[in-house]
């Protein structure tokens, strides 16, 4: 029995100890008996009893497994075979595995490695044998402990609670850590990068050309990191998409919730918040094929110099294609704002419009500046756009008509292909990541205070 029916059987039998436990309790209510809990929590307690040890051998087998195969296959390979270098021995394991699986494999005529792989697979059904009868059978032990847990002294619903409590705690934790081995695995391969390139030349430096050579003979051996023309133009990207997505999103949010009638924003809202669901692609090919011709015409006919891949085209595509990141957050926490505070500045003689400017956008203000931030975050990531309307080059300016491009764009440029993690060339993309996340994350608390700021005046 593979893994994925295994689950099955075992949610199959979790479902049927709920349903066990609640009858037993129930009975026993029916019959006079003082219980503690409500009987659902009698059948909740039952269920995780009984899925408790079945997942955890589950989960502890399917990590062993491999390992256990592995070393089985090796023992029964010759003492020559056994002893080659790591690499090579893994060529022969994973040849073996494709013959025992039926797979593609150059060694069909080898009695040793074809006698290898009838081992592996025998070994193989024996491993998922053994697995599917020990589950199934700690199983059945959870469901019968937690079925004799069932009387009037078992705290049922303490017990349901304190397990949800440290479910909740341990997703918590997953979470921490797996953020925490993200920015550790981006931070050291940068520390790898900074060894061979010093830190003011990224930080500072005027030129990029991550360019390098196999060998150092070659023209462009060294290669250019400064880094400073990539944040110029990621903020000249996301400054112009940020001109355009919040006034139109914060104005649009602001009369779907103040001013529009019912009928009005039951059909305006929706068709707003389809430009989200709107694959980014579609948006470069917009970008690329409509906006920058149009914006290169334009500004021909008036005698200016337009780059036919340009910021200008690629922020305004951006910033339409995160309006609705901003309208509709705002305007779920506009409409939030507690009736209340409106009536109570009319009554005091304010119109509608000053109510709207300094008591509802004030008290909504932390949830307008969530909208803002993801939408900066948003447009940060883009990539997509930018490779198709702004280009790949790397140039230092603030001219928004000239082609320019952004991190992720060479973040995703870097790592395209077979690379070499040991480069220069490929280190630089961590780097890029790194500045990323700390430049984010400047942001982030810098927006943290201003929201708090404003937010004690409504405490």
């Not at 956008?361 to 500046?369: Q, R």
Request: overall charge neutral; aromatic content about 8%; charged content about 15%.
């Amino acid at each position: 029995m593979n893994t994925s029916m295994l689950f099955l059987v075992v949610a199959i039998l979790i479902a049927i100890a709920y349903v066990v436990g609640r009858s037993r309790a129930a009975t026993l209510r029916k019959n006079e008996t003082p219980m503690h809990s409500l009987p659902r929590y009698y059948g909740y307690l039952t269920a995780i009893c009984t899925a408790l040890p079945a997942f955890a051998i589950l989960i502890i087998w399917s990590i062993a497994e491999p390992a256990i195969l592995k070393s089985s296959t090796i023992s029964s390979l010759p003492s020559g075979i056994q002893s080659l270098p790591e690499g090579e021995l893994d060529l022969v394991l994973n040849d073996i595995k494709n013959l025992a699986t039926g797979g593609i494999s150059q060694s069909a005529d080898d009695s040793i490695r074809q006698a290898a792989a009838t081992h592996y697979g025998e070994t193989q059904g024996l491993s998922r044998l053994l697995k599917s009868i020990i589950v199934i059978l700690a199983g059945l032990a959870g469901l019968l402990y937690g079925f004799k847990k069932i009387h009037s002294n078992t705290r049922a619903r303490v017990g349901v609670e304190r397990a949800i409590m440290i479910a909740l705690i341990a997703c918590s934790c997953i979470a921490i850590f797996t953020t925490l081995g993200i920015v550790l695995s981006v931070l050291f391969e940068s520390l790898r990068f900074f060894n061979k390139v010093p830190f003011t030349e990224f930080a500072f430096g005027l030129h990029w050309s991550p360019q390098t050579s196999i060998r150092a003979d070659q023209v462009g051996s060294s290669g250019s990191f400064g880094a400073v023309p990539i944040f110029a133009g990621t903020l000249l990207i996301s400054a112009i998409a940020m001109l355009v997505a919040v006034p139109f999103g914060l104005m649009s949010a602001i009369y779907l919730a103040e001013y529009a009638s019912s009928t009005v924003r039951a059909w305006a809202k929706p068709l707003l918040e389809i430009l989200a669901g709107i694959p980014t692609v579609v948006y470069g090919f917009f970008a690329a094929l409509t906006v920058a011709p149009l914006i290169r015409n334009v500004g021909e006919s008036i005698g200016l110099d337009v780059a036919s891949e340009s910021a200008l085209a690629a922020g305004l595509v951006m910033g339409i294609m995160i309006i609705p990141f901003v309208s509709s957050l705002s305007d779920d926490v506009i409409t939030a704002v507690p009736q209340a505070m409106r009536d109570g500045s009319l009554g005091l003689g304010a119109t509608k419009s000053e109510t709207i400017k300094k008591v509802v956008i004030p008290a909504a203000l932390p949830g307008i500046v969530g909208g803002i931030l993801l939408a900066v975050s948003r447009a940060i990531g883009e990539t997509m756009i930018v490779v198709m309307a702004a280009g790949l080059a790397a140039n230092l300016t603030i001219n928004p008509l000239e082609a320019v491009t952004t991190v992720t764009v060479q973040i995703v440029t870097l790592l395209t292909g077979d690379q070499a993690f040991d480069s220069p060339k490929t280190l630089a993309a961590f780097a890029l990541g790194l500045m990323l996340f700390v430049t984010t994350l400047i942001l982030n608390v810098i927006a943290l205070h201003t929201v708090r700021k404003y937010r004690e005046q409504y405490d």
